[in-house]
């Protein structure tokens, strides 16, 4: 993380349009690559998706009293890029 970090800022001066070009593709493969494997191992456990039903969400909010506002403002700030 470090020498990914140093990198980038050293070649920051030559504008971020030059950073973006080659950043952007590798983020794009990373992308790809975690994909593809999160498709692969869901055949390991097909129970995964069901994080994606929001029944399970809405009632960890009922319970979850002061869990829940902690939870929604994480949530709102990664969705946002704020944090």
């Known amino acids: 993380t470090l020498v990914i970090l140093a990198v ?3 070649v920051q001066r030559f504008g971020t349009g030059r950073v973006a070009s080659v950043f952007g593709p590798v983020t794009g ?3 790809l690559a975690i994909g593809i494997a ?3 191992h869901i055949r390991d456990d097909p129970s995964v998706l069901l994080a994606i039903n929001p029944y399970y969400a809405v009632v960890y909010l009922a319970e979850a009293k002061a869990g829940a506002f902690l939870t929604v403002g994480a ?3 990664a969705v946002t890029g704020a944090e």
């Open 29 to 31: 493969l990373w992308f």
């Open 75 to 77: 949530v709102f700030l």
């Open 8 to 10: 980038l800022f050293a």
């Open 38 to 40: 999160g498709l692969l």
